[in-house]
């Protein structure tokens, strides 16, 4: 087994990474940027490295830092967690050029699944259901476009090729709005990806976005761990995770499991991954993209199956077989908020500052990640997410109302969160019945309730 891990990234991530390491009996290398140096993923950490100033860039995305930092502590394996590099695969191979094992996806997987239009294809040869949709816009006339546009119908959801986070993303539902929309997605997608290359596919209205867990080895043997509802978001990024869904009939949720784990078996998938689906109001399903990574609610799997994804993934990054259960089918009921430093009331406005006052809800089946305590400045280089509250009991309907007991008690003061946001959400009707969808948040007079913690 290895015998000492570097975390590169952040955060409560970073943090959650640590704490199974540890309890691995391996020893864990923090790195931090000089904006990080107080928090806690660098406390508790065996060892740390600071790796440049605050920005990205020069920190948490500098490869030859991070290899420095990994070569001066001896670490024999990287850890990449989710965003910033883990999905990088230059990053990847640097660490096998430097006889570092990366935890995480191989390269071919990262460059297959990371650009979208290849992803489909990918799929489409599996025999997966994907969305009518064109290939890559690069070098193109607007006059393609709106061909395009025109032969798969409106409404239509124009697209970065390589992308994430609700980025470079923009809905159309007529003509004349198509060129506009499709320069400002382009240009979103550049500023954020450096790349300009789009595409257009058929836009489902209200769909449900649901992404099943899977776990592939390197033996080609893949399963699944069930699902996870992923509908509730925020300009296409998620604020609320349930597993299972309330939605899927035990048969849909049989089928699409399947589907996952044919399509992660057919690319030779190694490692912890998520397969996404749009799912429209009649259950037909589709494929969305792959994540080739952990994703930030991991945890609610996590807690539906007793298993520790990290362990997970390390083991399978060891050489590992799966454990080689059949497929998992839920039998506790667990849900996930996003605990942002945002404004919900101004459209979900990020709100750097320093945490003053802080408390944590506990009890049988509450878990919170975090990285933060009272006295932490927040600033406004990296990501908005502070914390995530994991509750978990035996149906849906007792996980609500321990959720909402939850919420109660989680206090922060000094900036201000979605805390409130999460408190009404758990007593609305319609997430209370389950009748939601990924444009939820759009069709419910909810930013007005809002104003008052």
């Not at 393609?144 to 959801?157: C, L, M, N, Q, S």
């Not at 769909?207 to 099943?212: F, S, T, W």
């Not at 991954?273 to 990574?293: C, H, S």
Request: with cysteine; proline share 4%; charged share 25%.
């Amino acid at each position: 087994m290895f015998k000492k891990i570097l975390i590169a990234n952040r955060g409560e991530i970073a943090l959650r990474i640590i704490r199974t390491v540890k309890e691995m009996g391996i020893k864990t290398v923090a790195v931090y940027s000089t904006a990080d140096k107080h928090s806690l993923h660098v406390y508790f950490a065996d060892e740390a490295v600071c790796i440049g100033p605050p920005s990205p860039s020069q920190s948490y995305l500098n490869v030859p830092n991070l290899i420095s930092a990994a070569e001066i502590t001896n670490a024999d394996a990287i850890h990449p967690g989710y965003g910033f590099l883990s999905e990088n695969a230059y990053f990847s191979s640097m660490c096998h050029k430097h006889g570092i094992k990366f935890i995480g996806a191989k390269p071919n997987h990262m460059i297959q699944m990371g650009n979208k239009i290849s992803a489909k294809k990918t799929m489409k040869k599996a025999g997966i259901s994907c969305l009518p949709g064109s290939d890559c816009f690069s070098e193109f006339s607007y006059k393609e476009i709106e061909y395009f546009a025109d032969k798969i119908g409106y409404p239509v959801i124009i697209k970065a090729v390589s992308g994430g986070g609700g980025k470079g993303i923009r809905s159309v539902f007529d003509k004349k709005s198509l060129k506009n929309s499709w320069e400002e997605a382009q240009k979103e997608a550049w500023s954020c990806f450096r790349k300009k290359d789009m595409y257009i596919e058929k836009l489902i209205l209200d769909p449900r976005h649901i992404e099943i867990q899977i776990l592939g080895d390197k033996y080609g043997k893949a399963c699944h761990l069930s699902e996870r509802d992923c509908s509730i978001q925020r300009r296409n990024q998620k604020l609320v995770e349930e597993a299972p869904s309330p939605f899927l009939t035990s048969s849909l949720r049989k089928k699409m499991g399947n589907e996952a784990v044919k399509a992660a078996e057919f690319i030779h998938y190694e490692g912890v991954g998520t397969m996404e689906f749009l799912v429209d109001q009649n259950k037909n399903f589709y494929f969305m993209e792959m994540n080739p990574r952990i994703q930030v609610e991991h945890p609610i799997t996590e807690e539906i199956t007793g298993l520790d994804l990290i362990q997970e993934q390390i083991f399978l990054a060891y050489g590992k077989k799966t454990f080689q259960k059949k497929n998992y089918y839920p039998k506790m009921y667990s849900i996930e908020c996003r605990i942002n430093a945002e404004e919900p009331s101004h459209n979900f406005r990020p709100v750097p500052g320093k945490i003053t006052q802080m408390h944590l809800p506990g009890g049988k089946g509450v878990r919170v990640d975090t990285h933060i305590y009272a006295g932490y400045l927040i600033t406004h280089y990296y990501d908005s997410m502070i914390a995530k509250v994991i509750v978990t009991a035996t149906n849906r309907k007792e996980t609500i109302e321990k959720m909402r007991r939850s919420l109660e008690e989680f206090v922060i003061e000094g900036i201000q969160t979605t805390i409130p946001f999460h408190r009404k959400l758990m007593q609305n009707d319609d997430f209370l019945k389950g009748n939601y969808n990924t444009n939820f948040l759009d069709r419910i007079d909810f930013y007005s309730l809002l104003s008052d913690h």
